[in-house]
């Protein structure tokens, strides 16, 4: 059964904007801390943002002042806002459990191409 849904992804030019969304099915408390991953084709899944339960989000070097997580719990959403796209950002960016214990299957992920 899916359990999370991504969406917002597309073709935007380098230095350009999008958000992504990822819909929890159920409680989205349940799959926190819950992550943004990104995996371009041959390549490993990465980790690049996570919403803990607490705290602060937590980004990847890579991302970091770039990507920003956000959620509405009355909504069951975590966003992923990313800002000064870079052609290597271009990847599949799934949302899933950082803690193996609630981490659901995969889904489709959502596809973010950035142009040069």
């Known amino acids: 059964q899916v359990q999370l849904v991504e969406s917002g992804g597309g073709l935007v030019q380098a230095g350009g904007s999008v958000r992504l969304s990822c819909v929890v099915s159920?409680?989205?408390?349940?799959?926190?801390?819950l992550g943004w991953y990104r995996q371009a084709p041959g390549m490993e899944r990465e980790l690049v943002a996570t919403?803990?339960?607490?705290?602060?989000?937590i980004y990847a070097d890579s991302v970091k002042g770039r990507f920003t997580i956000s959620r509405d719990y009355a909504k069951n959403t975590m966003y992923l806002q990313m800002n000064n796209l870079k052609p290597d950002d271009t990847a599949v960016y799934y949302c899933n459990s950082v803690m193996l214990s609630r981490r659901a299957a995969w889904g489709q992920g959502t596809q973010v191409t950035v142009s040069s």
């Open positions: 159920g409680n989205i408390f349940s799959f926190l801390p």
């Open positions: 919403l803990p339960q607490t705290g602060s989000s």
